[in-house]
């Protein structure tokens, strides 16, 4: 068994370059996680107001948008080992003035919003350089397996980071000396140990040698844009994901008021369908590293859509907790199954020289489909005062990208 889960699974892992950044990401995301978690609540507990976790979402991924083609043509321009070292790095300086500030006692959201916003505006230039350095690691033919292990590090350390966040916040509450705030000790936790993981990522980058790649000629960074404009099919892939993650990723803002309004539940049952959604995206992230290959991409794509399609379809006709949570297991399988084979499918088309251009508008497309998203979709739960009839339309609106990508894929079978 485990000589298949080796040959399989986890057959990355035999290119010592990539394992050493494999074990990297993994302290360092769910450094990252724990953190975002921490800041959320901590910021909620400091001023009361919903509004502000909104607020961070916005600043951590706005500066994606709006710099995101920039940082895409500084991965083509520089080496990518250095640059993402360089941002790692920075990320490291920032979450520890973070634990510093908050320790201090002298910190107010509108000082940490700021530095979340730098974060943001850091991270468009990591996110492309981190994408276009996976395929300098591993040989093409391994290629949609590493992104798949990727895709199973992130969520794996999306379910871990906050959990262990909570941890120390029920930790920091029960060992905090008397007139000490439990939530500034535990935040300032959370925050000094992600700067803390961000070492083992930078470790694993010094140890890895520049690829030897030809010198790269300057180029505009809507270079990107272009070819995907000339490569239609590509750029139908793109414009796809953002009407899938437009319709899909809600799912995490409607499903607070599904569990009370729809299902009649507390906060356990909407943690349990939070857990659900989980799996179901573990579980995509281990069939693409294990089954992933060039010549099932298109079925893979094609049931990832409809699988979210009708996983929604099914949230908004359940009325048991556990139809839900089978329907969340199904949500969860089929949009990570689509993401990771559609960002692998792009990885394996576009020439070196323009992949981190072209990346930056896969990482742009993601990050905007986020806040559109769930601001639609909670205005919606909000005006209707049902999430049924949203999650009838979310369905709807990932099934009509299912509908658009088989017909790109049965034109490109014709051709």
């Known amino acids: 068994m485990l000589t298949l889960l080796r040959d399989t699974t986890f057959r990355s892992l035999r290119h010592e370059h990539y394992r050493r950044y494999f074990f990297g990401q993994i302290v360092s995301f769910v450094g990252t996680w724990m953190q975002s978690a ?33 940082g895409g043509a500084l991965a083509d321009r ?41 974060n943001g505006t850091v991270q468009a230039v990591d996110l492309p350089a981190r994408l276009a350095f996976v395929p300098d690691l591993v040989p093409k033919e391994d290629l949609i397996n590493a992104v798949g292990l990727n895709s199973l590090v ?14 120390f916040f029920l930790a920091a509450n029960a060992v905090a000396p008397e007139g000490t705030n439990g939530v500034t000790l535990g935040a300032t936790a959370c925050f000094a140990l992600n700067a803390l993981s961000f070492v083992a990522v930078l470790l694993a980058l010094r140890a890895i040698p520049e690829p030897r790649t030809k010198k790269p000629e300057r180029g505009s960074m809507w270079d990107g844009l272009r070819y995907l ?34 299902l009649g539940l507390k906060e356990e049952s909407y943690s349990v369908l939070l857990s659900a959604l ?31 399609s009708l996983g929604l379809l099914g949230l908004a006709l359940a009325h048991s907790a556990v139809a839900a949570g ?29 992949r981190g251009r072209v ?29 049924g009839p949203v999650l009838l339309a979310m369905s709807a609106g990932v099934g009509c990208a299912a509908v658009g990508l088989a017909l790109i894929l049965a034109r490109r079978k014709l051709k």
């Open 154 to 167: 992130f969520n794996a350390a999306r379910a871990v980071g906050p959990a262990l966040a909570g941890l």
């Open 229 to 262: 404009r000339e490569h239609a099919a590509l750029g139908g892939l793109v414009l796809l994901t953002f009407g899938v993650c437009v319709f899909a990723w809600p799912v995490l803002t409607v499903l607070p008021a599904y569990t009370r309004m729809r």
């Open 38 to 70: 921490a800041l959320m609540w901590f910021m909620y507990d400091r001023t009361g107001d919903p509004r502000w976790p909104s607020w961070l979402i916005v600043a951590q991924v706005g500066p994606t948008i709006l710099f995101g083609a920039w």
């Open 78 to 118: 520089y080496p990518k080992r250095k640059l993402v070292q360089a941002t790692q790095s920075v990320f490291l300086l920032n979450a520890l003035l973070l634990a510093l500030l908050v320790a201090s006692g002298f910190v107010t959201p509108w000082l940490l919003l700021p530095l979340v916003l730098w």
């Open 326 to 354: 089978a329907c969340c297991v199904c949500v969860g399988f089929g949009l990570v199954l689509y993401l990771s084979t559609g960002q692998s499918t792009l990885q394996l088309a576009v020439p070196d020289d323009m």
């Open 278 to 308: 989980g799996a179901g995206a573990l579980v995509a992230a281990l069939a693409t590293a294990t089954f992933g290959s060039v010549g099932r991409r298109g079925a893979f794509l094609l049931l990832g859509t409809c699988g979210c």
């Open 359 to 387: 990346m930056a508008w896969w990482a742009m497309t993601l990050s905007a489909s986020a806040p559109l998203g769930h601001l639609a979709s909670g205005f919606a739960v909000e005006a209707l005062d049902a999430p």
